[in-house]
C-alpha cells in the first residue's frame, strides 16, 4: 500500500484510505505545534497515521504505537522498522496502556465513539501543565440525531436531528473532551475540529489551571432551533418555545459554544499545505480557508435549500450571490466547512429571507 509516499502493509489489519484527509490534516496540525512531541498512536492497526506523524514532521522525537490485536500489533512493528521510525508498539489495551504512560499527544482513533476511551486519554495530562489530544469520532449518526438515546447515553447531551446536526454534534464531541478536561483542571482550546465525510475529527489543546477550566464551564450551552421560523440562538439554558415565534422549538445540548478553531493554528496549517504534495492539497486548502473564519460568527449556519423550502419560498440562487446580497445590507455571510449548500452569518433569518428572492 502507499499513501502519500509511504509504503507499507495492510496484511488483514484494518485500514481505510477514506480517512487519508484525516490523516494529512491531522499530520499539518502536529507539524504546527512549535516544540518537540511525543506522541501516543492509539488503536494504530496498520500504523499508517503514527507513521506519518513522524515522517512528516521533524517536531516528533517518538511514537508510540498501540494496537491490542496481535496480528495488527506485529504488522505495525513491520511497517514501523521498515519506514525507519523511532518507535516502539505496545500490544495491550489502549486505556490499561495510559494507565501507566504519558504522551504530549495521544492520538484517539478508534471504531466508532472515542466516549469509552476519552477518560483515560485526558486522565494521561494529569501530571503535566498541558497536552494534546487528536480525536476522531465515526459514530456521527448518534452526535447528529439519528439515535438520540444513544447521544444521550454516551455523551450526556441531545442532539440535534436537523440539518445544522453536522456542527452541533461536532460541538457535543467538544463538550464532552471538555467536561472530563474540567475534572482534571484543564481548560480545552480546540486546534482545529472537522466534519467532513462520516467523521468529526477534534484536535485539542489541554492548558492546565483551574479559572481555564471553569471557562469549559462558561463556553458550555444550548442551541435553540426553530423549525416553523427558522430562528436559531445560543441559549444558556434549552427553551422549548422559540424566542421568536413562540412555535414548538428544538434545542440540542449541551454542547461546547466556544471557538471550533485557533485562527493561529489553521494559518500555520495552511502554510505548512502548501510545502507538502498531499493528493488532497486542494481540498485541505479549501477547508482550511473556511474553517480560519468561522469562529466569528454564530455557533450555526443556514441550510439554503431547506430554509427556503421551511419559509415557502422558491429555489434560492447561488449561495454567493445570496452572501453578496447580505453583505450590501451591511451583514457578514460566509460559506461554512459544515455543508456546501449552507450559509453562515451574522444576520437573522428575517435578513435571509429579504436575500432571497421571490
Ligand atoms: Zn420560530
Not at 128 to 135: H, L, N, P, R, T
Not at 300 to 327: D, M, Q, W
Amino acid at each position: 500500500m502507499n499513501e502519500e509516499n509511504i509504503d507499507f502493509e495492510t496484511g488483514t489489519s484494518f485500514y481505510n484510505p477514506h480517512m487519508r484527509l484525516c490523516r494529512s490534516i491531522s499530520s499539518l496540525a502536529v507539524g504546527a505545534i512549535e516544540k518537540e512531541i511525543e506522541i501516543c498512536d492509539g488503536f494504530s492497526s496498520t500504523g499508517i497515521r503514527g507513521i506519518r506523524y513522524a515522517k512528516e514532521n521533524p517536531n516528533v522525537s517518538k511514537t508510540s504505537f498501540v494496537e491490542f490485536d496481535e496480528s495488527a500489533a506485529e504488522l505495525c512493528r513491520r511497517n514501523i522498522l521498515s519506514n525507519s521510525i523511532k518507535g516502539e508498539v505496545f500490544e495491550e489495551d489502549f486505556n490499561r496502556h495510559l494507565m501507566g504512560h504519558s504522551y504530549d499527544l495521544v492520538e484517539l482513533d478508534p471504531f466508532g465513539s472515542p466516549a469509552p476511551y476519552s477518560y483515560f486519554a485526558v486522565r494521561s495530562f494529569r501530571r503535566m501543565k498541558s497536552g494534546f489530544i487528536s480525536a476522531t469520532a465515526t459514530d456521527t449518526a448518534i452526535l447528529c440525531g439519528a439515535h438520540s438515546a444513544a447521544c444521550l447515553k454516551a455523551y450526556h447531551a441531545r442532539p440535534l436531528h436537523n440539518e445544522i446536526c453536522h456542527e452541533a454534534g461536532a460541538r457535543i464531541l467538544l463538550r464532552h473532551f471538555a467536561n472530563l478536561a474540567s475534572e482534571f483542571d484543564f481548560g480545552i482550546f480546540p486546534l482545529f475540529t472537522l466534519s467532513h465525510r462520516h467523521f468529526f475529527k477534534a484536535f485539542i489543546r489541554l492548558e492546565k489551571g483551574a479559572a481555564k477550566a471553569v471557562e469549559n464551564e462558561k463556553k458550555s450551552g444550548f442551541i435553540i432551533f426553530c423549525p416553523k421560523c427558522g430562528h436559531m440562538q445560543a441559549s444558556p439554558i434549552p427553551a422549548p418555545k422559540c424566542p421568536k415565534c413562540r412555535g414548538e422549538a428544538e434545542w440540542g445540548g449541551p454542547l461546547w459554544l466556544g471557538n471550533l478553531h485557533s485562527q493561529e493554528h489553521i494559518r500555520k496549517m495552511a502554510a505548512l499545505n502548501q510545502e507538502r504534495d498531499y493528493a488532497d492539497k486542494a481540498k485541505i486548502s479549501s477547508l482550511l480557508s473556511l474553517m480560519e473564519k468561522e469562529d466569528s460568527f454564530p455557533p450555526y449556519y443556514f441550510e439554503v435549500h431547506r430554509t427556503c423550502k421551511r419559509l415557502g419560498l422558491p429555489n434560492p440562487k447561488p449561495i454567493a450571490g445570496i452572501i453578496s446580497c447580505l453583505e450590501k445590507k451591511g451583514h457578514s455571510a460566509m460559506r461554512t466547512h459544515f455543508s456546501p449548500t449552507a450559509i453562515r452569518t451574522d444576520a437573522p433569518v428575517s435578513a435571509l429571507k429579504k436575500a432571497v428572492p421571490k
